[in-house]
């Protein structure tokens, strides 16, 4: 049984629209990520949290808001879409934000901006 | 700011050469060091991880040492195999458990 889901696999938007991308985990985890892998940047650091607390945020756009509505859920809506913002979101999780901890990815929501 | 180099964009090989793949880091402080894989379609796999000088970390016939002197993390492999084509990303961990990624080298193995 997949152990991160990441909900849809694809999607394909139009620009000014917006998008939630959703993303649960089943491994227990108190620790959650959103990274992004684009053309331009093979995979960057978007955002960490622990027990559902924001803890970092590298975005420098207010247009992508990760929403955690229970603790094994890290949901990424996206508002005003930009052809710029096609790009594979990957979630990821660790046991905790600790140093160094080891960190499970999902399979990805591939999102396409037309 | 903290960020590591990957040389090569794509190696190819046969089965049962040896493999090399060249990470270079650049960090403020001391961080963590990984090598993960990613297969078509799936999401990055953790491969193994040093985080302190003269650590080696090593799985599936994979090992690199992590060299603070020479600030380099390097992927071998003594014998590749057709299954282990994939891409390979060197990546830096830092002390809030932020993982900064290479660009990746895909590996090619030809049979």
């Known amino acids: 049984d997949p152990k991160i889901i990441q909900k849809p696999k694809y999607l394909v938007a139009v620009t000014g629209s917006e998008k939630i991308l959703i993303c649960e985990q089943y491994?227990?985890?108190?620790?959650m990520y959103w990274y992004r892998q684009s053309a331009k940047k093979p995979l960057e650091f978007m955002f960490s949290?622990?027990?559902?607390?924001?803890?970092d945020n590298q975005t420098a756009s207010s247009r992508f808001q990760p929403q955690s509505s229970k603790k094994n859920h890290l949901d990424l809506q996206i508002t005003a879409l930009k052809p710029d913002d096609s790009a594979t979101y990957f979630c990821?999780?660790?046991?905790?934000?600790?140093?160094?901890?080891?960190?499970?990815f999902g399979p990805g929501t591939r999102l396409t901006v037309l | 700011g903290d960020s590591v180099t990957q040389t090569e964009g794509q190696v190819a090989l046969s089965e049962e050469d040896f493999l090399t793949i060249h990470c270079n880091y650049s960090?403020?402080?001391?961080?963590?060091l990984f090598w993960y894989v990613q297969y078509p379609g799936e999401g990055p796999q953790f491969l193994f991880r040093?985080?302190?000088?003269?650590e080696k970390g090593s799985s599936r016939g994979f090992e690199a040492t992590y060299d603070k002197g020479t600030t380099s993390f390097h992927l071998r492999k003594a014998s590749v195999q057709e299954s282990d084509s994939a891409v390979y990303y060197c990546?830096?961990?830092?002390?809030?458990?932020?993982?900064?990624f290479g660009d990746g080298t895909q590996l090619v193995v030809k049979p």
């Open positions: 040093a985080s302190r000088d003269k």
């Open positions: 491994l227990g985890h108190n620790a």
């Open positions: 960090a403020s402080g001391y961080p963590a």
């Open positions: 949290y622990s027990y559902q607390k924001l803890m």
């Open positions: 990546a830096l961990g830092d002390s809030n458990n932020r993982i900064f």
């Open positions: 990821a999780s660790s046991q905790d934000r600790v140093n160094y901890a080891e960190q499970f």
